[in-house]
């Protein structure tokens, strides 16, 4: 039997930077921090993306693009580089046309950028399909991002003798709501992605939302129904992150999203060296 390799995606320099260091990484930091990488075998090292553009510039005084390009001549291709993208919203939050869109994407990839993983915050593939078409024809890797969320709870009990005052009225009980976010929801918005051209798929739960078993169904209906590779991405705030990684590693996942280890952890994902601790057993 043939063991299968799990691939990692590090998160250090743009999520793990992100989420616990409010993106203040300084470029004279990321040089000091890429030689470390050259030979790590990180299958894809996110780099860019998200907050970077605006913190490097708006805080730092640096470039955003001499980082991306720092980072590809470390790297010398020994690993894919990736961004984050809010689809036609790019780095920003409002939406740009398909003009600035393709120069942007154009100069992304001429830089050294490798993949894109693209993501609406309401899973809307109207916001996202001219990025991931763009991506293809420009030479990259569109990574489609499915974005993870639960259905709102009524936590406001109903008064004693309710539900028959409402029979009474209306013929019959009032119904439960009915629930939105079913692994059905996220397997639909997964396969529209990959139909568009989405090279690959990431649950992408932003929050830390997923408990362990639901990550072990919705990435086993994933595993099951697209044909690229699945992606597990997930934050430590509630305290689910190690346990719902594993998870998604036994139902076959492909590539896991962590950090080194001091940037593991709280508000961001899952430390690498804690999950080897943990899982090589």
């Avoid at 990736?82 to 939050?93: D, E, H, I, P, V």
């Avoid at 609406?120 to 969320?149: F, Q």
């Avoid at 990435?219 to 509630?238: A, G, M, W, Y």
């Amino acid at each position: 039997m043939q063991t299968k390799k799990l691939k990692i995606r590090d998160l250090t320099m743009r999520d793990g930077q992100q989420s616990l260091f409010a993106t203040r990484m300084s470029q004279s930091t990321i040089d000091r921090l890429l030689p470390l990488y050259e030979n790590a075998g990180f299958y894809i090292m996110e780099v860019w993306g998200g907050a970077i553009p605006d913190s490097v510039m708006r805080y730092l005084d640096e470039s955003p693009w001499n980082r991306l390009r720092r980072a590809s001549e470390a790297m010398k291709g020994k690993s894919l580089l990736s961004a984050l993208s809010r689809g036609r919203n790019l780095f920003g939050y409002v939406p740009y046309p398909n003009s600035v869109l393709e120069g942007f994407y154009k100069e992304a990839i001429k830089n050294g950028l490798n993949v894109m993983r693209i993501f609406d915050a309401l899973n809307d593939i109207d916001n996202i399909k001219d990025s991931i078409r763009m991506i293809n024809e420009l030479g990259g890797i569109a990574d489609g991002a499915v974005c993870y969320t639960v259905d709102p709870k009524d936590e406001t009990p109903a008064p004693s003798g309710f539900g028959a005052k409402f029979k009474a009225l209306f013929g019959s009980k009032p119904k439960a709501p009915e629930k939105i976010f079913t692994d059905e929801y996220f397997v639909e918005k997964a396969k529209a992605m990959e139909a568009l051209g989405a090279k690959i798929i990431t649950l992408k739960d932003m929050a830390g939302l997923v408990n362990p078993l639901r990550a072990a169904s919705i990435i086993s209906r994933l595993k099951q129904e697209v044909n690229v590779d699945v992606d597990f991405h997930t934050h430590c705030t509630p305290g689910y992150g190690l346990a719902s990684s594993l998870m998604a590693m036994i139902h076959g996942v492909d590539i896991l999203d962590t950090n080194i280890w001091w940037f593991g952890g709280g508000s961001a994902a899952p430390g690498l060296g804690t999950i080897f601790v943990f899982f090589n057993r």
